[in-house]
């Protein structure tokens, strides 16, 4: 009995072998993905990562991309909790066609050309239902590397980070241009149109339609004119990322004026859309991608080019907050009501803006903060440097991304004045 109780134990001690041709499949699986590296954190995600890792009851997150109560709650509005009421055990969940909602469709062009859009009515633009904003430019970029395989995208300097990372994976060619003023905290004009005299005849450019990302900063009406003579001078095309309409002045038809000016300039332009953030659906992933033709055949032939590539890709999109967006903008009670809704979040931001301007200008700043009220929509590009930024997060638990992006959809009233100090002691004059 001991030499068994021996042999178990030691049968115990000793790893068991696989069989052979199982260590082969493993070796030669290790072998085929053994070269792949971690992937870099995500710049803005792992803000979030860092925020939530941290046990400080001090601790403020300003650097996520999403609108917060004044208590630094999530918010689902009103008027989608009455869509979702009216959604339930009524509609079915069938797949979409690969085009997606035509009725959500139908009810995001009255919002970007217009409701009474005589591009609309003579059906001269081509438009499908995208994964949000980042698909509805993913969409396009895969568009123009197939059908304009010799041309190139430029974008503006900065942007959001994964614009350069939607181009670059569709393998279309990128480029630069001047938009922002360190120095003036506002926007080099001359800068960037020097830059558009100089790109080549019939160039791509990424425009943000308003609150520009990252920056808070965007063109006067009468400069936005200006960008639309010289794109027609020099026959350029513009992609217009919107991911922020009604959401930055709360007015959806005063953040649309730059697609309006190029409209009537007579200008063909694209355009992204998302409800993210003017409608609180994240995680729903509703937008829109559109292409103004030059007529309605070219529109048809376009769309299904746009449906051939989304079938691959992800082959319909969703069904849920297509719903949502299409009940709420088509019932007139219910698009009143977001109306209301989406105008308090952007002067709450606004509010915040002022507040977080006031407190630094009282603790005696000898700085000038003007550009924290001149800047317009979530972001407040702020001008601390990434050093700046780290002495803020390792001193006082305050998260934002190193370029001094601030969220100002993370400030409130109880947290803006703990910020405003924050960021007074780490960029006074030594």
């Known amino acids: 009995m001991a030499a068994l109780s021996r042999a178990a134990s030691s049968a115990i001690r000793r790893p068991l072998l696989a069989p052979p041709r199982l260590q082969a499949a493993r070796a030669m699986a290790s072998s085929l993905f053994g070269h792949v590296e971690p992937a870099p954190k995500d710049p803005i995600l792992g803000v979030t990562e860092a925020f939530l890792a941290d046990p400080s009851p001090n601790k403020v997150n300003v650097g996520v991309g999403a609108y917060r109560d004044d208590n630094g709650q999530p918010v689902?509005?009103?008027?989608?909790?009455?869509a979702e009421r009216r959604i339930a055990g009524n509609l079915n969940m069938e797949y979409l066609p690969m085009g997606g909602s035509i009725k959500m469709i139908e009810e995001s062009l009255k919002l970007a050309y217009?409701?009474?859009?005589?591009?609309?009515?003579?059906?001269?633009?081509?438009?499908?239902?995208?994964?949000?904003?980042?698909?509805?430019?993913r969409l396009f970029a895969d568009f123009q590397k197939r059908f304009l395989p010799d041309s190139q995208i430029y974008i503006p300097t900065p942007t959001w980070s994964n614009h350069h990372n939607i181009w670059r994976d569709a393998q279309v060619p990128q480029k630069t241009f001047t938009y922002y003023h360190p120095e003036s905290r506002g926007l080099d004009f001359a800068g960037l149109?020097?830059?558009?005299?100089?790109?080549?005849?019939?160039?791509?450019?990424?425009?943000?339609?308003c609150a520009h990302n990252p920056t808070g900063v965007d063109p006067t009406e009468e400069q936005w004119r200006e960008i639309s003579h010289q794109?027609?001078?020099?026959?350029?095309?513009?992609?217009?990322?919107?991911?922020?309409?009604?959401?930055a002045s709360g007015d959806p038809e005063r953040d649309a004026k730059a697609i309006r000016i190029f409209l009537e300039d007579g200008h063909q332009i694209g355009c992204a859309q998302s409800y993210a953030k003017n409608m609180g659906l994240y995680g729903q992933?509703?937008?829109?991608?559109?292409?103004?033709?030059?007529d309605e055949m070219q529109a048809v032939?376009?769309?299904?080019?746009?449906?051939?590539?989304?079938?691959?890709?992800?082959?319909n999109p969703p069904v849920h907050g297509a719903l949502v967006v299409s009940i709420i903008l088509n019932d007139p009670e219910l698009k009143s009501l977001w109306l209301k809704e989406v105008k308090g979040m952007a002067d709450r931001i606004i509010g915040m803006?002022?507040?977080?301007?006031?407190?630094?200008?009282?603790?005696?700043?000898?700085?000038s903060w003007e550009h924290i009220t001149n800047q317009i929509g979530m972001f407040c590009y702020s001008g601390m440097t990434p050093e700046q930024v780290d002495r803020l997060?390792?001193?006082?638990?305050?998260?934002?991304t190193r370029n001094g992006r601030i969220s100002m959809a993370g400030v409130t009233t109880g947290n803006v004045a703990y910020l405003a100090n924050a960021i007074h002691d780490a960029t006074k004059p030594n």
Do not use: W
């Open 114 to 137: 217009g409701e009474d859009s005589e591009f609309i009515k003579d059906k001269r633009i081509a438009a499908v239902q995208a994964l949000s904003g980042t698909g509805a430019c």
């Open 231 to 247: 794109f027609k001078v020099k026959k350029h095309f513009p992609f217009f990322d919107m991911a922020y309409q009604g959401f």
């Open 193 to 209: 149109m020097n830059d558009i005299k100089n790109a080549p005849d019939g160039s791509f450019f990424l425009l943000h339609a």
């Open 393 to 400: 997060t390792n001193e006082y638990h305050i998260y934002m």
């Open 285 to 294: 992933r509703a937008g829109c991608l559109s292409i103004l033709c030059e």
């Open 76 to 82: 689902v509005l009103d008027c989608v909790r009455e």
């Open 353 to 367: 803006r002022k507040a977080l301007k006031e407190n630094l200008e009282k603790l005696g700043s000898p700085l």
């Open 301 to 315: 032939a376009v769309k299904s080019q746009l449906q051939q590539i989304a079938r691959p890709m992800y082959s």
